[in-house]
């Protein structure tokens, strides 16, 4: 067989993707079919210092990528953070981070691997998750919400495209403000939707609940409040538990009607923490949606939970999004 000539350029058949929560950073290594080649993770909370944190995750990358086939494979780095601009390539005022004010994050990465890298917001790249690989496949018009320990996200699809907004965040559903006077938010504004439909929001729910109400709940003896365990309480009868759920739903519902009426998508896909809850969050979701929404549009909007695996599928967006940006070395 001829051997190929080694002028020709070789094509780089790999990307990272990197998820950077509060509590851990997940970072892959993707293939072009998909797949998750490796995956490994640190906590994020240990580097309260954006340098050090850098350093770490660049230093671990290149251990990661010299592992799995050799950083000559990889094409490029997409990531995945809270209150990031897939314009500025900065993370901006993140409420739920560590690090405080602009953050050239894409920059600050691309200089220490020598490799092109872009930045977008959590919730963005959750929707990229689910258009390529998820319950959004197929789709033109879509919203994704992201209902985790970090608080509550979104982005919308329209016409096949995120719907970015000038600055890049568009889609802040989270801070609309659901309740005049509210809960205070960490974006320091009052009553919003995050503030009553994250995990926090729940957590702040049940400990309202406790406080005004003399019935018996199982959940002051649980070890530890978290969503699960309130959820498991739910199964079992507790009227407390199943209060907090049902306020926490009406209040999702109403945010979820205000934006249905705005976009009209095909759908709304709930992900993150909160979905584990199952039928105690989705039904009084559900009637409040229903009671809120444009009449016209009530039947026609599906609302769906994810089918992808909370660990992988904003790793795969993050690498959906590495894909995209235009390939750089350092070293060519």
């Known amino acids: 067989m001829e051997a190929i000539d080694e002028t020709v350029d ?9 998820d950077i929560r509060l509590e851990k950073t997940v970072y892959g290594v993707v293939d072009v079919r998909g797949e998750i080649v490796a995956q490994d993770y640190f906590d994020t909370s240990e580097y309260p210092d954006v340098n050090d944190f850098v350093a770490v995750l660049a230093e671990r990358l290149l251990t990661l990528m010299e592992e799995n086939g050799g950083y000559d494979k990889i094409r490029s780095i997409g ?7 897939s314009v500025t390539g900065c993370i901006e005022n993140a409420a739920n981070l560590p690090w405080k004010g602009v953050i050239p994050l894409a920059a600050m990465l691309r200089d220490r691997v020598g490799l092109a890298v872009a930045l977008a917001n959590d919730a963005h790249i959750t929707a990229l998750g689910e258009k390529a690989y998820g319950s959004a496949h197929g789709m033109k018009d879509f919203v994704v919400i992201s209902m985790s320990h970090g608080g509550l996200g979104s982005c919308f699809f ?9 600055g890049g965040f568009a889609g802040e559903v989270g801070h609309t403000c659901v309740e005049v006077g509210g809960r205070q938010c960490g974006c320091g ?18 400990e309202e609940l406790m406080a005004e109400s003399k019935e018996p709940t199982m ?8 969503i699960l365990p309130i959820a498991k309480c739910c199964d079992k009868g507790d009227k407390l538990a199943i209060e907090a759920f049902r306020r926490t739903g009406v209040m999702l519902g109403l945010g979820l009607a205000n934006y249905a009426s705005v976009l009209n998508p ?14 105690w969050l989705l039904k009084p979701m ?20 994810s089918i992808l695996k909370e660990g992988e599928r904003d790793v795969l967006g993050a690498s959906a999004l590495a894909w995209d940006v235009k390939e750089y070395s350092l070293f060519k």
Request: charged share 25%; aromatic share 4%.
């Open 266 to 279: 095909e759908a709304i896909i709930l992900t993150g923490d909160m979905t584990v809850a199952g039928k």
């Open 79 to 85: 990531i995945s953070a809270p209150s990031a601009s």
């Open 219 to 226: 959940l002051k003896d649980l070890p530890e409040l978290d």
């Open 286 to 305: 559900r009637q409040s949606f229903d009671e809120h929404v444009f009449p016209n549009i009530r039947k026609t909007t599906r609302i769906l939970v």
């Open 10 to 18: 070789k094509i780089k058949t790999r990307v990272v993707g990197i």
């Open 158 to 166: 329209s016409n096949g495209m995120p719907h970015l907004g000038s």
């Open 189 to 206: 504004n009052k009553g919003c939707l995050e503030t009553y439909c994250s995990r926090k929001g729940l957590l702040k729910t049940v």
